[in-house]
């Protein structure tokens, strides 16, 4: 399985995003692919099971819509402005469109309770099959990724994780102390056997990230120093708010 795409250029967290730009828009994507950085998304479901690139389960702090993602069409997403911008919540094959290949894609699946997973990976994988460029899938979703790695199982796979997570990151859910230690341990990759990991830049290193032997991302690096620190330890960098070198 090749996976030296994940280890070329520094990966845009979102596309490259500003203040200008919104994050996980089609001009942040663009301006990606116009500086050749791989392009680092997050993949959802709308409640008609469109698949949109949006990060949070909530739509108030990009759209200031008092809605969860989930509980919206595609068509009632797409009126939607991100950041007071014209920028509008994009759809995958949008990006798909877009890049063409031209840069590696790096696809977060978040996490869709509400839907079934199965069904879910199934969208995923067939919207991405016919396409032809560098692509790679990551999720703090155990099941997602072992799922996806059965769909596809040529696509690189890898497994997000973290030391630091509170209750509210897993939707107060009475199981959350149990999950958090899963993520912090990435207690299920010998279960799963991930391609790569995907840690926090500021939790590396530890028992976890040391223990795995394969290709490493360090995510959200924001800084010179923060990449300097980062690479003693990953093999790349997932990054935003500033211009590393290609």
Not at 47 to 66: C, I, K, P, Q
Request: proline share 5%; hydrophobic share 40%.
């Amino acid at each position: 399985m090749d996976m030296t795409f994940l280890q070329g250029a520094p990966i845009a967290h979102r596309g490259l995003h500003d203040k200008s730009i919104p994050e996980n828009s089609m001009a942040a994507f663009r301006a990606a692919i116009q500086k050749g950085f791989p392009i680092e998304t997050d993949v959802r479901l709308s409640s008609d099971g469109e698949l949109l690139l949006f990060h949070d389960n909530t739509l108030l702090r990009m759209t200031g819509a008092r809605l969860g993602a989930i509980d919206c069409t595609a068509e009632e997403l797409s009126r939607l402005r991100l950041n007071g911008t014209e920028e509008r919540i994009p759809h995958l094959y949008d990006l798909l469109e877009e890049t063409r290949g031209k840069v590696p894609l790096l696809i977060e699946i978040k996490n869709v309770p509400e839907r079934d997973a199965r069904a879910f990976l199934t969208a995923l994988a067939d919207a991405l099959k016919g396409y032809r460029g560098a692509f790679a899938i990551q999720s703090f979703v155990p099941k997602y990724v072992k799922l996806f790695k059965e769909l596809r199982p040529n696509v690189p796979c890898g497994i997000l994780g973290c030391a630091h997570t509170t209750k509210a990151d897993f939707g107060g859910s009475l199981f959350w102390k149990f999950k958090a230690r899963v993520i912090r341990e990435l207690s299920m990759n010998g279960r799963i056997k991930p391609d790569f990991i995907s840690y926090a830049a500021a939790d590396y290193p530890n028992r976890a990230t040391e223990k795995f032997e394969g290709l490493k991302l360090a995510w959200t690096v924001r800084s010179p120093k923060e990449e300097a620190r980062a690479r003693q330890y990953a093999d790349n960098i997932i990054f935003e708010n500033y211009l590393p070198t290609v």
